[in-house]
C-alpha cells in the first residue's frame, strides 16, 4: 500500500514536473527559467529518496523470495526387528470310548500348542473325560446316548494324567496319559 500511494506521488511530480518543464513555443522569462529550475531540482530531491526506498524494498522482497529455507534432513535408522513365524495351531482330534473302569485308549500324544479335540462316547455305563492341567472335561454320558465333546489347547509340555471323574472310576483304574510334548 505504501508503495502504491509514493508511485502516485513520484507520478504527479514528475507530470507537475513534466508540465512546468514542457517546451513552450514562447520563451521563457530568467524568472521563469529560474522557477522551472527549482522544480526540478525540488521534484530530484523529494523522488531520489522515494527511488532510493523502493529499490531497498524490491531488493528485499526478491532476496526472501531467491533464499530457500535450509532444510536438514534427518537419517533415520529402522529398527528391524526378527519376527518369528508363528504357524497356525495344528488341530488334533482323538475319539474315545469309555467301559467299565477303561479307556478306549491309553495314551494320547500331541504336540504344544495344539488345538486338542477329544470326542467321548460310552460304551457301557456312565462315563466322561478330564484333565484337570488344561481344565477340560467332556459332559457325562451314558452308553447309548451319543457322544461329547471338548476342545482345549495343549500350551504346557509334560505328561498329565486324564480320568473318568464318576464315582470311584478314577480308583479303579479308569485313566490314561496326554503326553504333551
Known sequence: MKKIILSLFVLSLFTLAGCASA??????????????????????????PIMEEEAVIEKEESTKEAVEPVVEKEVVEKEVVAVEEVAEPNKVSFNLTGADFA????????????????????????HDWVVDKFSAATKQV????????????????????????????????????????
Not at 513552450?24 to 531520489?48: I, T
Not at 479307556?103 to 456312565?126: A, R
Open 23 to 48: 517546451p513552450v513555443e514562447e520563451e521563457l522569462s530568467v524568472e521563469e527559467e529560474e522557477v522551472v529550475e527549482v522544480e526540478e531540482a525540488v521534484v530530484e530531491e523529494v523522488a531520489a
Open 103 to 126: 479307556f478306549s485308549q491309553k495314551v494320547i500324544k500331541v504336540k504344544k500348542g495344539d488345538v486338542v479335540t477329544i470326542v467321548f462316547k460310552s460304551n457301557q455305563g456312565f
Open 142 to 181: 451314558k452308553a447309548d446316548e451319543g457322544s461329547t465333546q471338548v476342545t482345549f489347547t495343549a500350551d504346557k509340555v509334560g505328561t498329565f494324567e486324564y480320568y473318568c471323574s464318576v464315582g470311584a472310576h478314577r480308583a479303579a483304574g479308569m485313566v490314561g496319559q496326554l503326553v504333551v510334548e
